[in-house]
């Protein structure tokens, strides 16, 4: 069981200091790291799967399910059986946890985790954070006398 995504983006430390022009953010690599709050679910994950023979993923059945999924094998991958006849990992379908939902997805386990809808969360993910990051540090920066002056440290803006 995951709380959600495990890892989280951000700058590296270089591109930390506020006074540095937003600009610069749009072009900045990022880093994904693992969350504080979930190290202890990765090092469940990875000793329960320790001499595992094969993976299914139950998450939620939309983009960020599928992004998840990839963080739990990333997090198991020296953990699960290599092979080349048999695949390993599947990925159960549904739609809710009605008995008749849960048989049929543990019956059609023929899927894998889908890698594209999992990049474009990846891809939102840099999006959000160099935009949020940007725009917070450039309209905190041109209203700084005026925020200052309210008591305020930093306007910031979040685009999801």
Not at 32 to 46: E, G, M, S, T, W
Not at 55 to 66: A, H, Q, S, T
Request: with cysteine; hydrophobic share 35%; aromatic share 8%.
């Amino acid at each position: 069981s995951v709380p959600g995504l495990v890892y989280n983006r951000d700058f590296p430390n270089t591109y930390k200091d506020r006074r540095k022009d937003p600009v610069v953010l749009f072009d900045a690599p990022t880093i994904r790291a693992c969350d504080k709050r979930a190290r202890p679910v990765a090092k469940h994950l990875q000793m329960v799967s320790s001499n595992c023979d094969f993976v299914v993923l139950w998450l939620d059945c939309d983009k960020e399910g599928e992004n998840i999924c990839f963080e739990v094998l990333d997090i198991c991958k020296n953990n699960i059986p290599k092979s080349t006849k048999v695949q390993r990992v599947y990925r159960a379908k549904f739609s809710s946890i009605a008995n008749k939902d849960i048989v049929a997805a543990f019956e059609g386990l023929k899927h894998q985790p889908n890698y594209n809808e999992s990049i474009s969360v990846d891809a939102r993910q840099v999006l959000d954070l160099k935009i949020g990051v940007a725009f917070s540090r450039y309209q905190t920066n041109r209203l700084a006398p005026s925020i200052k002056r309210a008591g305020i440290r930093m306007l910031t803006y979040g685009p999801c």
